[in-house]
Each structure stands twice: as C-alpha cells, then as structure tokens.
C-alpha cells in the first residue's frame, strides 16, 4: 500500500471530473478524478491521498479532507498562504 500524502486541490474541472492537487512535501502536481474521492471536492480544500500510477503518471486515489491534527499557529499559517 502506498504512503499517504498530503496537499491542496488547485485545479478541477466540474464537467469532466478531472483535476489537479499540488503535493505539500514536493511541490509537485499530480492529476485526480472526482469518482477517487470520498469527500466532495472544492479548489483550496486540505486533502490526503494516496498515489497510484497510471499511464499517464502518478494519479491520486483514495482522496478525503484532511485536517491537522493540531492547530495551525499564525506563522504556519501564513507561510501556507504564501505558498498558494
């Protein structure tokens, strides 16, 4: 079974069901569709995953809310805001 990462949704397309979540340790964008999630997707939601590879490149499956397991402090949280 693959590690859990998490990140942030950045891009989806409601029509197609396709989009994209940037990966919170590497940057990195890796492409989703709505029907691997078990939440209900929205651009700038917190989710973990796990990654699958495809013919395509690596795909995130298995998507759900992520929220931290403590609060934020106000540094984090604008260190995060820049990063957006």
């Known amino acids: 079974m693959s590690p ?16 994209m979540i940037a990966v919170d340790t590497s ?3 890796v492409g989703f569709h709505e ?3 078990h939440t209900d997707c929205v ?7 796990r990654l699958r590879m495809s013919a395509s490149g690596p795909q995130a499956v298995a998507i759900e809310s992520y ?3 403590y609060p934020l ?8 805001s820049k990063r957006g």
């Open 4 to 19: 859990v990462f998490s990140g942030t949704i950045q891009w989806l397309n409601r029509r197609s069901g396709y989009g």
């Open 27 to 29: 940057g990195a964008v």
């Open 35 to 37: 029907r691997d999630a």
């Open 43 to 49: 651009v700038g939601e917190r989710v973990c995953f």
């Open 67 to 69: 929220t931290p397991p």
């Open 73 to 80: 402090s106000r540094a984090e949280v604008l260190w995060l």
